[in-house]
């Protein structure tokens, strides 16, 4: 499966009204998704923690391909 990356911002009601324009936090996420809507999924879900935060995207880019992990086992 492909990795995707992006660049994330996000705003809580509560930063806002408490800090304004400074409350807003970067991240640059990646995960391993099916496709870019499914990592923006992804993202929007782990991320909004009340319906009325916001949630800004960069660019989402295709990162490389992941290869399988596998386990050491004795």
Same mark, same amino acid.
């Given at each position: 499966?492909?990795? %995707? $990356?992006? #660049?994330?911002? #996000?705003?809580? /009601?509560? +930063?806002?009204?408490?800090?304004?324009?400074?409350?807003?936090?970067?991240?640059?996420?990646?995960?391993?998704? &099916? !496709? +870019?809507?499914? @990592?923006? +999924? /992804?993202? *929007?879900? =782990?991320? !909004? #923690?009340?319906?009325?935060? *916001?949630?800004? %995207?960069?660019?989402? !880019? &295709?990162? !490389? /391909?992941? $290869?399988? %992990?596998? @386990? =050491?086992?004795?």
């Amino acid at each position: 499966m492909p990795v %995707f $990356r992006a #660049t994330v911002w #996000t705003l809580t /009601a509560m +930063a806002e009204d408490m800090e304004g324009d400074a409350g807003i936090r970067r991240r640059v996420i990646e995960y391993v998704t &099916e !496709s +870019a809507k499914t @990592f923006e +999924a /992804a993202v *929007r879900d =782990n991320y !909004s #923690t009340a319906p009325d935060t *916001r949630i800004w %995207f960069g660019p989402i !880019s &295709e990162k !490389s /391909a992941q $290869r399988p %992990f596998k @386990f =050491n086992t004795p």
